[in-house]
């Protein structure tokens, strides 16, 4: 299918394309539909979605997909899972969470398919409300492969050989697989995006092999569960440091008072630049102001760097019940405004914002109590073994076996181990994507690779700044891995 001649269905109309039809996706198209009928351009625009995915799982994306393990949680509670900075609707409301419920801990972390029931549900609203308002809406499952310029216009060129033209384009493709464990790409028993491992992948594995999971985050807890669940037996976790997210506590709704974008850009304003030790001071003053004790987070980032049954244990403790917490409250008021405060930031202290960050992530994101429970369970039974000190892996092209390599005490232990699944985090280096579309866009100059991960585009708009031309484009990156060096 060709529609670039004649510029699409409904010519004079100006199109949005829109690359990725998951929950950014879906996101954009709620936002910027309002926009269209508020400001009376129903008659002069129309959508063009394009993803691989059949349309029967617009708005799920990979995350909240309908054949997702039924234990699968959501890391977040539902009312954090997303808030739109403009409207601030939040996903709870999409989810029609009543406000005046009290849910139990298990209510609070919603299974993921759930949530992707409602998600592919707003995602119809959204198009009913379209054709209400007579804006043409057009789904394509299809894979873009790359975008080149067409005059004023873009042609986004289709894996089925198809192109469409389009005025903007929207890229919103969520994260990028890891990237760090490029020698393992082709490996035959080496799984690189752990969102994919469905229930067909888990019965090809015998039952008797010998899995390691790399990376101890939200993906690697739910490959073990996942994998648990379909009957593997001897299943190892691998990180640098063998720890795990402390459980996730239910935050006080805390409204910040001294750590807010508007003082952090009032500061970054009025110094030649924001430092590391200016946001710490923040941060302690909003302590001081809530009259909120530091010690217990002190305490949980201490804990969630140590052993990992004592972290979920402690944790579990903590944040199963029905009772908020303070601390967490205002660590999750903090860290709405890390985007800012890292776009703000002055280039000499990146490095050390990024290492204290680290420092902490394992209490800023948090694992759902449920999954807690399960970790602490299968530790317990040792049905599960967690290693740290990852070094290396190491393929054998001969015998399929892969080598895992780890220090104990600083001596090399090497164990060796059948299928390798990489829940290392998004991946970061876009050369290393192995996505086409991105690929080529950077071929091209389209979109510049940024120092941190990435790619270059404006902080407030998410707009791509320039081409490889020094050219103006229009086209757009939402959340997730091309946005991770900025915003």
């Not at 379909?230 to 976790?237: L, P, S």
């Amino acid at each position: 299918m060709d529609e670039s001649a004649n510029g699409g269905a409904h010519s004079g109309r100006r199109a949005i394309v829109v690359v990725g039809a998951g929950f950014g996706g879906l996101r954009f198209f709620i936002d910027s539909l309002n926009l269209v009928i508020e400001n009376h351009l129903s008659d002069f625009v129309e959508y063009v979605f394009i993803d691989q995915r059949p349309f029967e799982s617009f708005g799920r994306g990979v995350a909240w997909a309908s054949d997702q393990n039924p234990n699968m949680r959501a890391n977040m509670h539902r009312p954090e899972l997303e808030i739109d900075p403009e409207t601030q609707d939040e996903v709870d409301n999409i989810l029609k969470f009543p406000a005046d419920h009290q849910p139990t801990s298990a209510e609070l972390f919603s299974r993921r398919k759930e949530v992707g029931d409602r998600l592919a549900a707003k995602f119809t609203e959204c198009i009913d409300r379209a054709t209400e308002h007579h804006v043409p809406f057009r789904p394509l499952k299809d894979e873009a492969i790359d975008i080149v310029r067409a005059g004023i216009q873009y042609d986004v060129t289709l894996r089925s050989g198809g192109r469409i033209r389009a005025d903007c384009v929207v890229l919103a493709l969520g994260h990028v697989p890891p990237t760090g464990w490029a020698k393992l790409f082709d490996c035959p028993n080496y799984t690189r995006n752990a969102w994919t491992l469905g229930q067909a992948a888990i019965d090809a594995i015998p039952r008797t092999a010998r899995v390691a999971v790399i990376g101890l985050g939200p993906s690697g807890v739910d490959a073990i569960i996942k994998l648990r669940d379909g009957g593997v037996r001897k299943v190892a976790g691998y990180s640098r440091s063998g720890a795990m997210q402390y459980p996730r506590p239910n935050p006080t709704k805390i409204a910040a008072k001294i750590i807010t974008e508007d003082n952090i850009q009032k500061l970054a304003t009025a110094q030649p630049a924001l430092r590391v030790d200016t946001l710490l001071g923040l941060l302690a003053a909003e302590f001081m102001a809530q009259d909120i004790d530091w010690r217990p987070f002190l305490r949980a980032v201490e804990i969630s760097n140590g052993p990992a049954k004592k972290c979920l244990s402690d944790g579990y403790d903590e944040g199963h019940g029905q009772k908020t917490s303070d601390w967490f409250g205002l660590i999750t008021t903090f860290n709405a405004v890390i985007p800012i405060a890292w776009h703000l930031l002055d280039d000499r202290d990146r490095p050390r914002f990024r290492e204290l960050k680290d420092s902490v992530d394992n209490v800023l994101y948090g694992m759902a109590p449920p999954h807690a429970l399960r970790m602490l369970t299968e530790l317990e039974h040792g049905t599960l073994k967690l290693f740290g000190g990852l070094r290396d892996i190491l393929p054998d092209d001969v015998s399929g076996v892969f080598s895992v390599i780890r220090a104990v005490d600083g001596n090399p232990v090497t164990d060796e181990v059948d299928y390798v699944i990489d829940c290392t985090g998004f991946g970061k280096d876009l050369a290393n994507s192995r996505t086409p579309l991105l690929e080529n866009m950077l071929t091209s100059g389209m979109l510049t690779a940024h120092e941190f991960g990435g790619a270059v585009v404006d902080f407030t708009t998410g707009q791509v700044p320039k081409d490889a031309k020094g050219r103006s484009v229009h086209i757009y990156a939402l959340s997730g891995t091309l946005n991770i060096g900025t915003r």
